[in-house]
């Protein structure tokens, strides 16, 4: 993708993944990915039995840099954990985010392509408005470009 110019992109596949605390919030947002028409990939937990949030970050993450999803969504219990785990991997740039200012702004200044949210901290309303967000907000570029860039 060239960063130089304003990245505008179709988004046609979301990759979801979530611990035991994100189980309701992922599955909030799945309905309104498909409620946009948009595939999606959830690579679960679908349970409320403890699980280990690396191995569903990992999941998600490698599909958004392999190409096979466009987009991802990751829900833990504060969200902290599963963008630490995603950013180990290259091209992901994972955002927690807890409004729909830093939504907006991680994918018009950091072309972030993983939202972040922590279930025990954000409103389900709160995610649903920053989810739009992310979907919505386009990458601006410019000075912007560069410096992600230099995230490499």
Known sequence: M???ELAVMSISRIAFGCDHAGVALKNALIDAARQR???VEDFGTNQDESVDYPDFAQAVARAVS???A???VLVCGSGIGMSIAANRFTGIRAALCCDTEMAALCRQHNDANILVLGARLTDAGV???CFDAFLDTEFEGGRHARRVG???
Do not use: P, V
Request: aromatic residues 6%.
């Open 150 to 152: 230099k995230m490499g």
């Open 2 to 4: 060239d960063f130089g």
């Open 66 to 68: 392999d190409g096979e």
């Open 70 to 72: 466009d987009r991802g």
């Open 127 to 129: 995610a649903k408005e």
């Open 37 to 39: 028409s948009i595939d």
